[in-house]
């Protein structure tokens, strides 16, 4: 799989660098308006150093981790995602914008549960994260918060990793578009 990324960047990408612009193509969502935050904070974590580009080693290095990765390496990544400030913490605009993202784009969400509970709007789910998660109360959640409330409450793990497998939800994207 793992070489077929690489085919994939190559052909698409021979400069080696990949832009924003780049990567919604490569991701096959140019004119998905939807998806347009959730690509833009994959882009972002992708980007490990800051210079709105993705090389060939921080695109490797990415999709090994998403691919590969054990779960609290997944967990550092996706809280990678959900901090879009980069300030260390994730307060609750910053998760109900991915919930939000998320909802939108993938149909899951928004269907009722087998179980017969009700299902959750974003803003319920955010609220229900914090209130589940935030041990501190401080209206934010650090990464070992972030961590500890995914290991310990299996719907907050699910609801925290609704999208840690970006490479699929790529995947499907592009089939959708060609």
């Known amino acids: 799989e793992l070489q077929d990324w690489y085919k994939k960047f190559v052909t698409e990408c021979p400069s080696g660098t990949l832009f924003f612009h780049e990567f919604r193509r490569f991701c096959g969502v140019l004119d998905n308006e939807e ?8 882009f972002r974590a992708f980007d490990k150093n800051g210079d709105n580009t993705i ?16 779960l609290e390496h ?8 959900y901090d879009k400030d980069g300030n260390g913490c994730i307060d609750k605009a910053e998760l109900l914008g991915i919930v939000e993202s998320i909802y ?8 009722q549960p087998d179980d017969g509970t009700p299902l959750l709007s974003p803003e319920e789910v955010v609220d229900r994260i914090f209130q589940l998660v935030d041990e501190n109360g401080d209206g934010h959640l650090s990464l070992d918060e972030f961590i500890d409330g995914a290991r310990k409450d299996k719907w907050v793990m699910k609801m925290l990793q609704m999208d840690v497998n970006p490479g699929s939800w790529i995947n499907e994207q592009r089939r959708k578009s060609a």
């Open 35 to 42: 998806a347009a935050e959730y690509i833009e904070n994959l």
């Open 104 to 111: 939108r784009l993938k149909a899951a969400c928004r269907k």
């Open 55 to 70: 090389d060939f080693l921080e695109y490797v290095a990415a999709l090994n981790l998403v691919l590969r990765g054990n």
């Open 74 to 81: 997944k967990l550092k990544w996706t809280f990678k995602v």
